[in-house]
């Protein structure tokens, strides 16, 4: 039977995911976001422009195109009970209702919900209903902490005494941000990296560790982003781990799909690897963008079969992956992300992007081609035998798109930063 598949949301990670789904013969796919992605676009049926937060618009258009499942890239959709209207309609959501998304969409709800459940990786942390009451624990503080905004804030809310403010600048942050409620929390040091797993009926399959690169300039420097790019290994775990900090890290997943047994769709874990062994930074209730960048091409299991078992209550298909590294590298408009510029030509396409494959994100199409806008542009993702040749493949893409108003960090895969990373675990490990 052809199933009929709704995606909503129209980023990189949209892409990704519309590419993974359109891989098989007997799926149809149509698209809703409040942007025009070429890439998507292009694998569609159909493609409608509507909020994504939306749930009337939504669940009107995947009616009107028969859908029988529907998979929710963004948090923002989630947070708007997008999923609870779909199923309501009987069109099944991969993704969870907003109960549960709140596991990323409530930060304070996040971090009782660990304590309340013994899920281990949790930072010591308090939460605050008023700015000056926050402001006053910080001040009073002896450690460095993490500030964090009760809500969602696009990834880039979060301030970290220490690291990239002093306890000064976070107490004016948090008196001055528009922000009303905060959690403050230990400050977890070492690397971070993210696993994401599929879940339904309270099972799940995991897919390989993937590394983030938050910040906005090279050498890790400059303000948050959304994620400037991410790589993963050909094995499950990466460089600067251990086959045992993987196992960790997933049996922090595992209590929290034993204490979600609702939960469906993506549980992302954005993990810290301590000198203790993993922590939560945060979940998220969705996949990672970049990570699914990552994570989808080199998933070797057709992704429609794992939707069909997940809507129709039948064991999730034991998942295979290429054995294959990746690195995925964001292009982004000048002057990303405090000051913007858009109107830049992407001079690369699917086609010109040779051995890599390309995503487009916030992108403009016109007759004369495809211009950038003033968020992530658009990403090229290589996969190679070792991170070094994936990160070469990738390279190679971005040289032909010319960098004309866009940046990238060009250091993200590269063998310096990776023994960096590894040397920074190493001395914090004391080896
Ligand atoms: P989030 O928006 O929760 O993903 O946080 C953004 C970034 O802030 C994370 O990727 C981390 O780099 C940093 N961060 C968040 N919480 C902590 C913490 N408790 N300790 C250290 N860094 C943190
Ligand atoms: N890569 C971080 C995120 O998707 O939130």
Redesign the pocket.
């Known amino acids: 039977m052809t199933e009929t598949v709704l995606l909503v949301g129209g980023g990189g990670r949209e892409h990704a995911i519309a590419r993974a789904v359109d891989d098989a013969d007997d799926a149809e796919l149509y698209a809703c976001a409040s942007n025009r992605n070429p890439g998507i676009d292009a694998l569609a049926a159909g493609y409608e422009t509507v909020e994504e937060t939306d749930a009337d618009a939504v669940v009107d258009y995947a009616e009107s195109v028969g859908a029988t499942l529907s998979v929710i890239g963004p948090e923002a959709a989630l947070a708007a009970g997008v999923a609870d209207a779909l199923d309501d309609a009987g069109v099944y959501a991969f993704g969870p209702h907003a109960e549960e998304a709140r596991i990323e969409t409530d930060?304070a709800f996040q971090r009782e919900f660990m304590e309340d459940n013994d899920v281990p990786g949790c930072?010591a942390y308090e939460t605050f209903d008023d700015p000056e009451a926050a402001a006053d624990h910080l001040r009073d503080a002896d450690e460095d902490?993490?500030i964090?905004p009760r809500g969602l804030?696009g990834?880039?809310?979060?301030r970290?005494v220490g690291?990239q403010v002093t306890k000064a600048e976070g107490v004016d942050y948090i008196l001055e941000s528009d922000y009303e409620e905060f959690v403050l929390?230990?400050?977890?040091?070492g690397e971070?990296f993210t696993i994401q797993a599929f879940v339904a009926d309270g099972s799940y399959r995991v897919s390989p560790a993937v590394q983030?690169h938050?910040r906005a300039y090279e050498g890790d420097e400059g303000p948050?982003t959304g994620g400037m790019g991410s790589y993963s290994d050909a094995t499950f775990e990466l460089p600067f781990m251990t086959e045992a900090d993987y196992t960790e890290a997933v049996e922090i997943l595992d209590a929290v799909v034993e204490a979600l047994p609702g939960y469906k769709g993506v549980l992302y874990g954005?993990f810290?690897l301590t000198a203790e062994g993993p922590?939560i930074?945060?979940f998220?209730a969705r996949f990672g963008d970049p990570e699914a960048m990552n994570t989808l091409p080199v998933l070797e299991t057709e992704f429609l079969d794992l939707l069909v078992a997940a809507r129709d209550g039948d064991d999730l298909p034991e998942l295979e992956f290429a054995d294959r590294a990746t690195v995925c590298k964001y292009a982004v408009p000048d002057g990303y992300p405090t000051d913007p510029t858009a109107g830049a030509r992407v001079g690369v396409d699917p086609e010109s992007a040779g051995e890599a494959l390309l995503f487009y994100a916030s992108v403009e199409s016109r007759e004369d081609g495809v211009f950038t806008t003033t968020s992530r542009s658009f990403a090229v993702v290589g996969r190679g035998e070792t991170i070094a040749d994936a990160e070469a493949v990738a390279e190679e893409a971005l040289a032909r798109a010319g960098e004309e108003g866009l940046r990238v960090r060009h250091d993200i895969g590269t063998a310096e930063l990776l023994q960096q990373r590894i040397d920074h675990m190493n001395e914090l490990r004391g080896d």
């Open positions: 930060k930072p902490l993490a964090k804030t990834g880039k809310g979060v970290v690291d929390e230990e400050r977890l040091v971070e983030d938050k948050n954005q810290m922590k930074v945060e998220n």
